[in-house]
């Protein structure tokens, strides 16, 4: 099983749709949750970090549940700008200072006009 | 905030060849620095990481090597190339809130 899997999509919505991605860990003692953004042929880029509480950064809204090992990100009103691929990333608990990140394969997603 | 230089940008090598990829970091210092691959069509692998100058521990076993000589320099090596050596190349620096990455070195071995 891999460590983190997601819905490689592709995902074609519309502009203005909602569009939910999932991501699941294996590992229970992951400490930190993200999710990235690659655009095509560029390095990934932070969209945010994932609380337990859930959080909201504009049109974008990330979920976990640590009980389920389950992680949610949600886009409203989607723009064209939206297009790319999304990465759902874990590190581990580690007793050093390295936070290796563990990436998802990723789920692309194309927004049409 | 901090900001990763990678070169080259692109880089074709015919099987045999060595490799050296540089990456220098800006604006922090002592940094957990991490080398990832992504092989088309495919997620992010971390090869190697970083925790201070001369401290490398490797995650994947191949032919592939990395150094530290100095604080916010990250150099990856190989001294013969093949063909599964392909793949965009990463260089990343431990943030406060996730990574940074250097816009990557694209590999293709010939």
């Known amino acids: 099983r891999k460590e983190v899997e997601q819905d490689p999509g592709p995902f074609n919505v519309p502009e203005g749709a909602t569009v939910a991605f999932n991501c699941t860990y294996s590992?229970?003692?992951?400490?930190?949750f993200f999710w990235y953004r690659q655009d095509c042929r560029k390095e990934p880029k932070l969209l945010m970090s994932?609380?337990?509480s859930g959080n909201e950064d504009g049109r974008f809204t990330a979920q976990l549940n640590r009980a389920s090992q389950y992680i949610s990100l949600l886009i409203r009103d989607s723009k064209l700008s939206d297009s790319a691929t999304y990465l759902c990333?874990?590190?581990?608990?580690?007793?050093?200072?390295?936070?290796?990140?563990?990436f998802g394969s990723g789920t692309q997603l194309t927004v049409l006009p | 905030s901090q900001t990763i230089h990678q070169w080259p940008a692109t880089l074709v090598q015919p099987v045999g060849s060595p490799l050296s990829l540089e990456c220098t970091v800006e604006?922090?210092?002592?940094?957990?620095l991490y080398w990832y691959r992504q092989a088309a069509g495919r997620g992010l692998q971390l090869l190697f990481y970083?925790?201070?100058?001369?401290?490398i521990s490797s995650e994947v076993p191949q032919n592939l090597s990395a150094s530290r000589p100095q604080d916010r320099q990250f150099i990856l090596s190989s001294k013969k190339l093949l063909l599964s050596d392909s793949g965009f190349y990463l260089c990343?620096?431990?943030?406060?809130?996730?990574?940074?990455f250097g816009s990557g070195t694209r590999l293709t071995v010939v």
């Open positions: 990343a620096c431990q943030g406060d809130y996730g990574y940074t």
């Open positions: 990333v874990v590190t581990p608990w580690t007793s050093g200072s390295a936070r290796q990140l563990t």
């Open positions: 604006g922090t210092s002592n940094p957990n």
């Open positions: 970083s925790v201070g100058i001369g401290q």
């Open positions: 994932v609380y337990s």
């Open positions: 590992n229970s003692a992951s400490q930190s």
